[in-house]
């Protein structure tokens, strides 16, 4: 695999800006692993889609453990992983497939959950497999574009049962436009902290807060919910993340990277409110160089790192915050979550 590794700009970046800042252990809370051979071959991939933004066709965990290991030479790596949301996978092979990859790397999974499942099913198919929650998407609400879907819509009632009674992890990539900003978003997030006490929510993204505006609008409204939690994949904005560390509870906040997103070379920026990826190379959801402009990208996750650094260093990060933000806080939410696997 060529990650267009470049020792005098990327190798440079990371010694001189990265390493000391980084805990020698990483916890990536939200990446995917998956093989061409789960997609379904009777159903069409959204390979295309901007929501879905594969720059490969398939990425088996032999594949992470070399960009991991190319992108943090020096750091020892885990990660929650799970397979790529399309709604042409065969769920039952993607998470089979994570399964094996918990038990024969030791990183640790979610499942992506059948919209039809009943909590019989999904407690069987949790208990089965290792699973630490799940991880349900809106593609899988095949009936409704992004900007109409509910969390209830991909949410079932079934999964929120189970995640309850055994006190998993859900995973919630937030829908419609507004995002964070969303009064039904929050609504919806609300009633799952609130009425299921036992689960953890977690909001990928930091709800899609890429951009400032979403989280600006919405975190004070939910930031006291006691069971909710946020991941920072692939924010890359340190005013995003400075807020985020100013106002929510630091000891929730997980960071994560979103592989195989920001193995990429480029940057996300803001422009008017609307998020873009500016890359080295042409695809179909991104901003491209036009062959004239000289763009000098690195990796994507790097300037993820960078504007964790930036902003812990305007708010004042303790070591010790920064180390649970890149580790502790993600084991400590892991092992809680194992004590009640345990307890049944």
Request: proline share 6%; glycine share 6%.
């Amino acid at each position: 695999m060529n990650l267009g590794y470049r020792k005098d700009i990327d190798g440079k970046i990371y010694e001189d800006e990265l390493e000391s800042f980084l805990p020698k252990k990483i916890f990536d809370f939200h990446s995917h692993t998956w093989r061409e051979g789960d997609y379904d071959p009777k159903k069409k991939p959204l390979k295309s889609s901007p929501s879905l933004p594969l720059a490969v066709e398939h990425y088996p965990f032999e594949d992470v453990k070399k960009v991991v290991k190319t992108l943090f030479p020096s750091n020892e790596y885990n990660g929650l992983f799970f397979g790529m949301p399309d709604p042409a996978m065969d769920l039952k092979k993607a998470n089979g497939y994570i399964s094996k990859c918990v038990k024969k790397y030791g990183i640790y999974g979610l499942m992506m959950p059948s919209l039809k499942a009943t909590a019989e099913e999904l407690d069987r198919e949790i208990v089965n497999g290792g699973f630490l929650g799940f991880k349900p998407y809106w593609t899988f609400v095949t009936w409704k574009k992004q900007n109409d879907v509910l969390i209830e819509d991909m949410v079932t009632p079934a999964q929120l049962e189970v995640a309850n009674h055994r006190g998993l992890m859900i995973m919630l990539h937030i829908p419609r436009k507004l995002r964070l900003a969303d009064p039904l978003n929050l609504k919806g997030i609300k009633k799952i902290c609130t009425k299921y006490p036992n689960l953890k929510l977690i909001l990928a993204h930091t709800g899609r807060s890429y951009c400032l505006w979403p989280l600006k609008a919405g975190i004070s409204k939910i930031k006291d919910l006691y069971n909710l939690y946020v991941d920072t994949s692939p924010i890359q904005s340190w005013e995003v993340l400075e807020l985020l560390f100013r106002s929510f509870d630091r000891k929730k906040i997980l960071f994560a990277l979103d592989l195989p997103f920001p193995q990429l070379k480029g940057r996300r920026v803001c422009v008017n409110g609307q998020s873009l990826d500016l890359t080295d190379k042409p695809y179909t959801w991104s901003v491209s160089n036009p062959g004239y402009i000289p763009f000098n990208f690195t990796f994507m996750a790097y300037e993820e790192i960078r504007a964790h650094k930036e902003a812990a260093e305007r708010v004042g990060l303790t070591r010790r915050e920064i180390n649970g933000i890149f580790y502790n806080n993600a084991m400590r939410l892991i092992k809680e979550v194992e004590k009640g696997l345990r307890r049944g």
